[in-house]
Structure formats: structure tokens, C-alpha cells
């Protein structure tokens, strides 16, 4: 497979939003579950928020519920993160991964159980 993830504006100021994309090829993405990670600098990687295919069921962690939402335009292959009200802490390389979706969202994000690892892109909240 082949990822591709995009950002209008890597760097937002606190409180403001920002939208990732990331896209595939060569796969069905009903079959798949999608996944956002991220890893600041001296940080573990987290996961951030998934979401499968086939029936469009999601899972946030829980620093970034209420304030993130993903979605999914599955004819154009391509989930979106929708981050609002950022803050500082959000600053951090985020990923773009896909798994078979047998499980569900929280399984993947929890496990880092993905098979495709898309390249990371650098969001910079300031303050």
C-alpha cells in the first residue's frame, strides 16, 4: 500500500485548528481500520484516534476527546483528523497507519497493531 498525509500549516497557534489528510491506494478501505499516532520529541508514540471502515465506529484517546474527530471519505480512500482547540502538548509528529479491520478502533490504537505505517508530518502548536 501506499500512504500519503498532507497538513495546511504545520504551525497553529494554541487554541487554533488544523486538518490532517492521509490517503491510500491499492487496498478497499472498508476493509481497513485507520489509525492517527503521534510522537513528540522525547516522547513515547501515542495513539490518537481510529477508525474502521466498515462501519465508520471510532476511538480517541482520551487527551484529545472532545477537542478531535476523525473521518473518513471512503471513495476517496482518505480519513481526515480534525483538531480543534489545540494546545502546546499537541505538538508532535503525527502518523497516518493502516491495519486489516478485524478489530476495532480502541484495539489498534492501544496496540499500535498496524500493518502500513504512512510518513510522519510535523504539527507545531505554539503558544
Known amino acids: 500500500l501506499r500512504f500519503s498525509c498532507s497538513v495546511w500549516g504545520g504551525l497553529v497557534q494554541a487554541g487554533g485548528s488544523l486538518r490532517l489528510s492521509c490517503a491510500a491506494s491499492?487496498?478497499?478501505?472498508?476493509?481497513?481500520?485507520i489509525g492517527w499516532f503521534r510522537q513528540a520529541p522525547g516522547k513515547e508514540r501515542e495513539g490518537v484516534s481510529c477508525i474502521r471502515g466498515s462501519d465508520a465506529s471510532t476511538y480517541y484517546a482520551d487527551s484529545v476527546k472532545g477537542r478531535f474527530t476523525v473521518s473518513s471519505d471512503n471513495a476517496k480512500n482518505t480519513v481526515y483528523l480534525q483538531m480543534n482547540s489545540m494546545k502546546p502538548e499537541d505538538t508532535a509528529v503525527y502518523y497516518c497507519?493502516?491495519?486489516?479491520?478485524?478489530?476495532?478502533?480502541?484495539?489498534?490504537?492501544?496496540?499500535?497493531?498496524?500493518?502500513?505505517w504512512g510518513k510522519g508530518t510535523l504539527v507545531t502548536v505554539s503558544s
Open positions: 497507519a493502516a491495519a486489516y479491520g478485524y478489530y476495532s478502533p480502541k484495539y489498534y490504537l492501544e496496540t499500535y497493531g498496524m500493518d502500513y
Open positions: 491499492g487496498f478497499t478501505f472498508d476493509d481497513y481500520a
